[in-house]
């Protein structure tokens, strides 16, 4: 699980990250506004025994809220880093979108597990960059800010007690 804390806005169009004071708690969240398309990097280390020989994560799923009704679009790419790769290139993963539709304003959303999001990380990488985009176009009609609380990216691992 990925929280918004961890989420870094670029200097481009970007959501804005913000500590939001509700009623009983605070949190974080990257508040994407519905007029331009957005979007924000995270990134991680991944565990020694990741399983590369996949091209999809096991699941993928957004989780936000919003104080309007309607559909979000939220957009996904990943790719990987290894040792002595450059750092700073353009993402080579493929863009993968899913929508989510919010009934009741300011409910608490986890968009459904998706399977079919590719990456580009492969068995030598050890870090993990992905861009999230919240795409305005199209199928998005929340004419309401989207605040991104996390993204929860689950994959798989080779040999769970050797950490190879």
């Not at 708690?25 to 331009?36: K, L, P, Q, R």
């Not at 020694?48 to 309007?68: I, K, R, Y």
Request: aromatic share 10%; with cysteine; charged share 20%.
């Amino acid at each position: 699980m990925l929280m918004a804390s961890s989420i870094v806005p670029d200097n481009l169009s970007t959501c804005e990250k913000v500590q939001v004071d509700a009623t009983n708690f605070s949190y974080i969240a990257c508040i994407y506004d519905n007029v331009t398309v957005e979007d924000a990097f995270f990134n991680w280390v991944l565990p020694p025994n990741f399983e590369s020989t996949s091209t999809d994560f096991d699941g993928v799923a957004f989780h936000w809220l919003s104080t309007g009704t309607g559909v979000v679009q939220w957009v996904i790419e990943c790719d990987g880093k290894g040792d002595s790769d450059i750092w700073d290139t353009a993402l080579a993963g493929n863009e993968f979108a899913t929508t989510d539709t919010v009934t009741t304003a300011g409910d608490y959303q986890v968009t459904a597990y998706n399977t079919t999001v590719t990456h580009t990380i492969d068995s030598d990488d050890r870090h993990a960059i992905c861009r999230v985009e919240r795409d305005t176009s199209g199928s998005d009609t929340l004419n309401q800010p989207a605040n991104l609380i996390a993204v929860e990216i689950c994959y798989g691992v080779n040999d769970i007690w050797s950490g190879q």
